[in-house]
């Protein structure tokens, strides 16, 4: 999509670029079995999952899974299953009721004083929990003329003092779009802050080139990234040399979590997690409780269950590597907190 726009350059020169490492990316699920060497047997209804919503795996995300091993807590996170297709009471498609929140295309707000911008309908990985994962995106992703209504609805009203770039993935974007979109707010004088949801630096770390850091430092708006780290397996050495580069110019970086069952659901796993944030220069903001989306119910973990990993990391962490405990309820104001300990909860 990107690939003719873009010089393909990189940082290291002799590094592959991150367009062609998207291209790259596996999205049949007997493929990437076969080259974590584990036998297709294991697949258990992939292929009627993978109809429903395909599976996007990243090479430089599966080098971090372990051979072998269908626990792979990276691999549980992409691979389509069977039970996906189960319909599960209480499980819906829009469990958030963002599509009552969209009063544009391409823009959702619902909290006061920030308004999330829908920049690109794709990832670059395909998370088998997320909720966007039934969202209209099609009728998400304005052209650039139509990006003017947008930027209209921010600057009408002078409560907005930031910007959020979500998807999909906005990093999924070209560098000569978000370069552009970024100036036009940047011209808005009551917005503040330009905040980044993404994946994509975590899957596919050479998407922090040059050409990236160029727009990402090129604006009076100050930028604060949030990555969606699940497991503390998902950081190598590629990912902390990226989150470095984005150090070094200024971003500010933070994490935000979903938990999930067989992913990370124990205490020592999150508390790994935390340690290993702090190793890369990002700190923990939020966990997310499953939104309750259909096809994510076998991921889902009880609230008894959430209580006692909030209580384990708060015992065992300093506080500012205690993730705050969130989820999100439709119509609410903000995130809603969970729990925050009546003391000696169970
Ligand atoms: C989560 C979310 C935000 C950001 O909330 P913060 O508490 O500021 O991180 C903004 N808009 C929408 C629609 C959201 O879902
Ligand atoms: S929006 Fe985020 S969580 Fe959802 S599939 Fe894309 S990268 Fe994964």
Redesign the pocket.
Known sequence: MTADIIPHTSIDGHQPCWQDELAATIRDPAVLLARLEIAPAQLDGAAVAQQAWSIRAPLPYVARMKKGDINDPLLKQILPLGAEMQSVPGFSNDP?A?ED?NPIPGV????H????FIISPACAIHCRYCFRRHFAYEDNTPGKGQWQAALDYLRQDESIS?V?Y?GGDPLAANDNFLLWITQQIATIPHIKRL?I?TRLPLVIPSRIDQSCLHWLTATRLKVVM?WHINHANEIDQAVMAAAQKLKQHGIELLN?SVLLKQVNDSVPTLVALSERLWDTGILP??IHRLDKVAGAAHFHISDQKIRRLQQGLMETLPGYLVPRF?C?QPGAR??TALFLSEPGAP
Do not use: M
């Open positions: 958030l963002e929140a959702v707000h619902k909290y004083g920030r308004v999330l930031e959020i979500s905040r949801h949030v935000q903001y939020y969130v999100e903000s995130k």
